[in-house]
């Protein structure tokens, strides 16, 4: 049986509800703009296009559009979502996607590679939601995601707070750097140490309720020390927590107080993810050794791969843009069960020769 190509006009949401409608369905590119989607029809045979209502053409009502294309390649089905047009009779009904979430990443363990699964976890986020994603480095007094990201000239939570009380949500973006490559809105933390006593709990209260209106997404990382005011107020705002952990014994024990302590605050377990960083098969402690200690299964184990890390923080470039690698598909697992419904890359797909239009 030949599989029905299928063009999508929309973004991740509306691919998600095409792939659950219709599996076998061969989606050969989602694109948001309608010209482009005119432009691709001409260039390959095509089935079938799949419209979000949202999408809205240039300098017409999308019902003009529709009938003008469906007169230029009326051999190809138009279905509008939530209306059917054309050969195509199913309805699709929207996916549903987490579009709000804040994610605190976290050990009571220094050097675990909190930083480094936070920078890849909302990069892979960024990348997955086309931007509607954001970082915050909440490591106020050493945090290091400037340098993970190569932003470490442009604005800090500094600037921002004298103005915090007056901001709206899209005034964010007068201080959070575009991480370009992934489209990932970054704050970052004080430059230099001594600045750090100057952010208070009641600007975190505020940054976060402003970030979640204006992205949505939100991935915090976070500094070890629990007594903090600045970390309570994150794990506060929490819906879910990332609990970093390595298979070193100390790491271990420090995990293990640390899923007792969440748990004590009335944290539901299943918002608290555990992966396993810098994971070794040479290790004594296997997975499912670490498993049976913490008594919960890892969201992801990510593997220690010193050559990958240290380009990626050389070049300051995350891991999960180097797709074909072990350690990227372990930050993607992860993605996928800290935040669920997002759309993730195809990796056996990619090495088709189908020609995509997606960013991956
Ligand atoms: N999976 C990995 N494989 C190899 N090296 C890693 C991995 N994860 C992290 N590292 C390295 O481990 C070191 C510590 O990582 P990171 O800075 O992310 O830890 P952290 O928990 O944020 O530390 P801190 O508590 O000081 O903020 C860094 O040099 C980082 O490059
Ligand atoms: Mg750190």
Not at 71 to 95: I, N, Y
Not at 278 to 286: F, H, N, V
Request: glycine share 6%; charged share 25%; aromatic share 6%.
């Amino acid at each position: 049986m030949t599989q029905r190509s299928v063009l999508i006009a929309g973004d991740f949401r509306c691919e998600q509800a095409v792939k659950r409608k219709r599996p076998d369905a061969k989606i050969v590119g989602v694109l948001k703009d309608l010209a482009l989607v005119e432009y691709v029809s001409s260039e390959m045979i095509l089935d079938e296009v799949v419209i979000d209502p949202g999408v809205t053409p240039r300098g017409e009502t999308l019902e003009e559009w529709v009938s003008r294309f469906k007169k230029a390649f009326p051999h190809v089905a138009v279905t509008v979502l939530g209306e059917s047009t054309g050969r195509a009779k199913a309805q699709v009904a929207p996916a549903n996607v987490i579009t709000s979430q804040t994610v605190v990443i976290w050990s009571p363990k220094g050097g675990v590679g909190k930083s480094f699964i936070s920078a890849n976890l909302a990069c892979a986020a960024a990348m997955a939601t086309q931007g509607q994603a954001a970082l915050i480095d909440l490591d106020v007094y050493s945090g290091d995601i400037a340098t993970y990201l190569d932003l470490s000239d442009g604005p800090t939570i500094i600037e921002m707070l004298p103005e915090l009380p007056r901001l709206r949500p899209d005034g964010l973006e007068r201080y959070a750097q575009l991480y370009g490559p992934s489209r990932l809105n970054v704050i970052c933390s004080p430059r230099r140490p001594e600045l750090s006593t100057l952010v208070g709990v009641d600007h975190v209260k505020q940054l976060l309720s402003l970030a979640t209106r204006r992205w949505g997404l939100l991935y915090i990382d976070t500094a070890p020390d629990i007594t903090s005011d600045l970390l309570g107020e994150a794990i506060d705002a929490a819906s879910a927590i990332v609990l970093v952990v390595t298979q070193d014994v100390c790491a271990l024990k420090q995990g293990k107080t640390a899923l007792e302590i969440l748990r004590k605050l009335g944290i539901p377990d299943n918002s608290v993810h555990v992966v396993l960083n810098r994971c070794s098969k040479d290790s004594p402690l296997p997975e499912h050794k670490v498993e049976e200690y913490l008594e919960k299964r890892l969201a992801s184990a990510v593997p220690d791969d010193r050559k990958a890390v240290e380009r990626s923080v050389f070049q300051g470039k995350p891991v999960v843009l180097y797709p074909k690698t072990e350690i990227a598909a372990s930050i993607w697992k992860l993605l996928s069960q800290v935040s669920p419904g997002l759309p993730l890359p195809d990796v056996d797909k990619r090495q088709h020769k189908t020609r995509r239009f997606k960013f991956w």
